[in-house]
């Protein structure tokens, strides 16, 4: 994927391959989050207790708010 994000940071839109590599940046995307959903996140619930899934949750939720305050001010 970085790969991917790399190749279109700096879009030509006349590019001819521009377009096909935000199609394969979705599909990729796409399927990461079903193998994260569908494998990892339910594995991850049976070995952790609550307190730790929720401190992480929690960190994550921090990260997500930082970025778009980041984001917003650029």
């Known amino acids: ?19 096909p590599k935000i199609k394969v940046l979705q ?7 079903e193998e ?4 990892l996140f339910p594995k991850v619930r049976k ?6 899934s929720q401190q992480v949750g929690r960190q994550m939720q921090d990260m997500k708010s930082q ?4 984001q917003k001010a650029a």
């Open 1 to 19: 994927m970085d790969l991917l994000i790399d190749g279109i940071s700096c879009p030509q839109t006349t590019d001819e391959a521009w377009q």
């Open 67 to 70: 970025r778009h305050k980041e």
């Open 27 to 33: 599909e990729n995307t796409e399927h990461h989050i």
């Open 36 to 39: 994260e959903e569908g494998e």
């Open 47 to 52: 070995i952790w207790d609550t307190e730790p």
